[in-house]
């Protein structure tokens, strides 16, 4: 059975397919049937116009957003509609959001083996990634947490990097909710607490899963300022 929120994600090529619906129907509807009988809710469906070669696509970005703000798991028809490359699959798998195909619904799985085809690879880019983390946690004035030269050298730089990549997750987090909340002060919601309200009325929880507090308020909107 399944359970659960969902993001629904369709895609096609072209304006013309776009505007006449062709190919969207039948990606709605494997989506439905592949949600039938279950106890869920779907928050949302995106419908993206934009060729597979490209990753930059606004749409898939809103829906990842959202998918990470509800906690819910990303739905496609096919598994081609998000993109035949592996390193575009692997970019998704990194952006902390689950998703399914209702065509293929162990694809989680193919993906984990895409990621040990390519783990070799992806092992020489970690440096570049933990430094990369470093650079723009430094760039945005994050301290990175108390001193560390009473640690090991490899122990200290760990802990920088394990710090870095937290905060950055923080700003990102951060960035996801920055629509939400001007929408709910372009709504009247003048104060801390009642922005707070706001975002647990659109089902939205903090990075915890806990509940909106003014305090919890505060550091996003400082992190939006910074």
Same mark, same amino acid.
């Not at 703000?69 to 096919?78: E, G, R």
């Not at 195909?101 to 193919?110: F, K, L």
């Not at 994050?142 to 710090?163: D, E, F, M, Y």
């Not at 996801?176 to 659109?202: N, P, Y």
């Given at each position: 059975?399944?359970?659960?929120?969902?993001?629904?994600?369709?895609?096609?090529?072209? =304006?013309?397919?776009?505007?006449?619906?062709? $190919?969207?129907?039948?990606?709605? =509807?494997?989506?439905?049937?592949?949600?039938?009988? $279950?106890?869920?809710? #779907?928050?949302?469906?995106?419908?993206?116009?934009?060729? $597979? =070669?490209?990753?930059?696509?606004?749409?898939?970005?809103?829906?990842? /957003?959202?998918? @990470?703000?509800?906690?819910?798991?990303?739905?496609?028809?096919?598994? &081609?509609?998000?993109?035949?490359?592996?390193?575009?699959?692997?970019?998704?798998?990194?952006?902390?959001?689950?998703?399914?195909?209702?065509?293929?619904?162990?694809?989680?799985?193919?993906?984990?083996?895409?990621?040990?085809?390519?783990?070799?690879?992806?092992? =020489?880019?970690?440096?570049? @990634?933990?430094?990369?983390?470093?650079?723009? +946690?430094?760039?945005?004035?994050?301290? #990175?947490?108390?001193?560390?030269?009473?640690?090991?050298?490899?122990? $200290? /730089?760990?802990?920088?990097?394990?710090?870095?990549?937290?905060?950055?997750?923080?700003?990102?987090?951060?960035?996801?909710?920055?629509?939400?909340?001007?929408?709910?002060?372009?709504?009247?919601?003048?104060?801390? @607490?009642?922005?707070? +309200?706001?975002? &647990?009325? /659109?089902?939205?929880?903090?990075?915890?899963?806990?509940?909106?507090?003014?305090?919890?308020?505060?550091?996003?909107?400082?992190?939006?300022?910074?």
């Amino acid at each position: 059975m399944i359970e659960g929120r969902f993001v629904s994600y369709l895609r096609v090529s072209t =304006k013309r397919q776009g505007d006449s619906g062709l $190919g969207l129907e039948a990606q709605r =509807k494997a989506v439905n049937d592949f949600l039938s009988g $279950g106890r869920w809710l #779907l928050v949302t469906e995106l419908v993206e116009v934009e060729s $597979g =070669k490209r990753a930059d696509r606004p749409k898939l970005t809103e829906a990842l /957003r959202l998918c @990470r703000l509800h906690n819910a798991t990303l739905v496609i028809a096919k598994l &081609d509609r998000l993109s035949r490359d592996a390193h575009f699959l692997l970019g998704l798998q990194r952006a902390g959001v689950r998703f399914v195909a209702a065509d293929m619904p162990e694809a989680n799985e193919m993906v984990v083996g895409i990621m040990a085809v390519v783990a070799q690879a992806e092992r =020489k880019m970690i440096s570049a @990634r933990t430094k990369a983390a470093l650079a723009a +946690a430094k760039e945005r004035g994050v301290k #990175l947490g108390g001193p560390t030269h009473h640690l090991p050298k490899q122990a $200290g /730089r760990a802990a920088q990097a394990s710090a870095a990549v937290r905060a950055v997750r923080a700003q990102d987090r951060a960035a996801d909710l920055a629509q939400d909340i001007a929408e709910l002060r372009a709504g009247g919601a003048t104060s801390l @607490r009642k922005i707070a +309200a706001g975002l &647990d009325a /659109r089902g939205l929880s903090t990075a915890r899963g806990s509940a909106w507090t003014a305090a919890a308020v505060s550091r996003i909107l400082s992190r939006l300022d910074a």
